[in-house]
């Protein structure tokens, strides 16, 4: 057994932006970390087989989020320090407010899209 205390804030130091950096396996997914001027939003994704779980390090996001079950988006907050559990099978993007650390964890598959609603 190889057991590893990882430091994200620290490791995400030695990254380029939009470097996603794997820290570890988790499930079938992975925890990892990266880093992120303030900016536009993020392209959507989805995980239709897990919640997702994002936590900022430093800085802040606001985050938004398409009810699987159809309807208005919502759009939330989280400060540094905060961290938002996003469900599973909901489209999600997310926009960086000020420079940004953020720890994710996403133990499962992960969709992308381009559109504008990719429900």
């Not at 960086?96 to 133990?107: F, G, Q, R």
């Amino acid at each position: 057994m190889d057991l590893q205390v990882l430091t994200p804030l620290a490791i995400s130091t030695q990254l380029q932006e939009m470097e996603f950096h794997q820290l570890a396996n988790f499930n079938d997914g992975h925890t990892g970390v990266f880093w992120s001027e303030a900016g536009g939003p993020s392209p959507w994704e989805m995980h239709p087989d897990c919640d997702e779980l994002l936590q900022v390090l430093e800085g802040s996001i606001e985050v938004e989020v398409l009810p699987a079950e159809g309807g208005p988006g919502l759009k939330v907050l989280v400060p540094v320090g905060a961290f938002l559990v996003v469900p599973r099978g909901c489209w999600h993007r997310q926009t960086m407010i000020s420079k940004t650390t953020e720890l994710y964890l996403t133990p499962g598959q992960t969709l992308h899209s381009g559109e504008d609603d990719p429900r």
